[in-house]
């Protein structure tokens, strides 16, 4: 079983590469030039929506000064391993008195872990229909699935009661 999981796990992760460009193309109405899944050429710093992505916290993306300081490699503007890219955060703003806040929510990494993790439809549902609205419904009136037993449970509870 484990095997088979596994190898579910590397397909999930094969086609990522693939449904990323996807997600890129949807984000943006006109990607110019458009994002290719097969060719990484201009990708990165060099494309305007990845760009964005990766782009650290530290630095605004917006500013073209930015951008060509960190095309060109400027020593005023490096993006090192302890630079955090603003797609890790939820819609991608930063907060410096909290940096915790928003942190590992970005709509693209969830995306990505609900790809692999739970599987490739899940990434696609949006967050906003699962969940019950509060103000048109109560707690007693929120249907939550009912959870099924393992044999395992069944059998631990019958020899608790035997005992």
């Known amino acids: 079983l484990n095997c088979g999981a596994d190898a579910a796990r590397a397909d999930d992760t094969t086609s990522l590469k693939f449904i990323v460009a996807v997600w890129l193309m949807q984000m943006v109405l006109t ?8 060719d990484k050429y201009g990708h990165g710093f060099y494309h305007d929506v990845t760009g964005r992505l990766l782009c650290p916290v530290d630095y605004n993306w917006n ?11 400027h020593p005023d503007y490096r993006v090192t391993s302890y630079s955090w890219p603003s797609f ?3 819609d991608g703003q930063y907060d410096a008195t909290n940096p915790t806040k928003g942190f590992l929510k970005g709509e693209l990494l969830v995306k990505a872990v609900k790809h692999i993790f739970t599987s490739p439809s899940s990434a696609e549902e949006d967050p906003e229909t699962l969940q019950p609205d509060a103000s048109t419904e109560t707690p007693s009136q929120v249907h939550l699935p009912k959870r099924w037993r393992t044999t395992g449970e069944r059998r631990t509870r019958w020899m608790q009661q035997k005992t």
């Open 31 to 38: 990607p110019n030039p458009s994002i290719q899944c097969r």
């Open 63 to 73: 500013d073209a000064i930015v951008q060509e300081a960190i095309r060109s490699y």
């Open 88 to 90: 890790l955060y939820k």
